[in-house]
């Protein structure tokens, strides 16, 4: 039986990832690892949420995931186990080939955080360039400490 081990944070990401590996694994049996990499929280959100209401959060984010990824993976002879990580992946990853083997392909299917940004668009042949001016000030500051000074001037 082949294993996998694969890293997971968003079903639908990880189906596009995964579905080449899922279709050859189909005829053979496979055991998937699944592990749910729970989106990160800011370390201010303690003043609001108790650490039991987080690890809630995480528990029920990671068996929606799940749910999802399951059905999909587990076929006809495949077995799908699942993890949640509550601390640093390599340490999980190093108890995770200590139980499954070394040699078990590990697979990051977690959506990239630095996604590409579109190039801007060039403007079309036949528009004219949009020119923005700036408004005209209202008043110098020259101008305006020369009136202050000429007032105290004559005050006196």
Known sequence: ???VIV????????????????????????????????????????????????????????????????PWLGGAGNRVSTVLAKGPLPELLTQLLAEHGTHTPVLDARRPKLEPQEAPQPPAANTAPIVTRKPARRWSVPGSLTSLGLLFLFAD
């Open 1 to 3: 039986m082949d294993k």
């Open 7 to 70: 890293y997971v944070d968003d079903a639908d990401y990880a189906r596009q990832k995964l579905e080449s590996m899922a279709v050859r694994s189909a005829a053979a049996n496979t055991h998937w690892v699944l592990v749910a990499c729970a989106p990160r929280m800011t370390h201010r959100i303690s003043k609001w949420v108790s650490h039991s209401a987080r690890e809630n959060w995480r528990a029920k984010w990671a068996d929606k995931l799940f749910a999802q990824l399951q």
